[in-house]
Nanobody
């Protein structure tokens, strides 16, 4: 069972920057995918960015302002957010996926952090 703990959120003024961190623990398995999602009040949860263990990245939006990175030795994923806007305000969730050792022989496990608040003020 994987536990994900986010940190680095808080209150920031528009145009500022934040770096979110998420540390995974509880498994010796390779974490194949780690990423970030966000959900604003009254809105659906949306994908921000994901990164594979091999460093392949997927950006759904905001790729000009946000950057995802990983430190596999520390089992940590980061989200650098620059030029923040009020519409970026949301609860940000860390995500992890662990695939079966043999492809096609099992179901991938998915895990979520508790979420961390990011509030951007004008």
């Amino acid at each position: 069972q994987v536990q994900l703990v986010e940190s680095g959120g808080g209150l920031v003024q528009a145009g500022g920057s934040l770096r979110l961190s998420c540390v995974a623990s509880g498994t010796s398995r390779v974490i194949d995918v780690m990423g970030w999602y966000r959900q604003a009040p009254g809105k659906q949860r949306e994908t921000v960015a994901r990164m594979t263990d091999g460093g392949v990245t997927y950006y759904e939006s905001e790729k000009e302002r946000f950057a995802i990175s990983r430190d596999n030795a520390k089992k940590t994923v980061y989200l650098q957010m620059n030029n923040l806007k009020p519409e970026d305000s949301a609860v940000y969730f860390c995500y992890a996926q662990v695939k079966p050792r043999l492809v096609g022989t099992g179901t991938a496990e998915e895990y979520w952090g508790q979420g961390i608040q990011v509030t951007v003020c004008s």
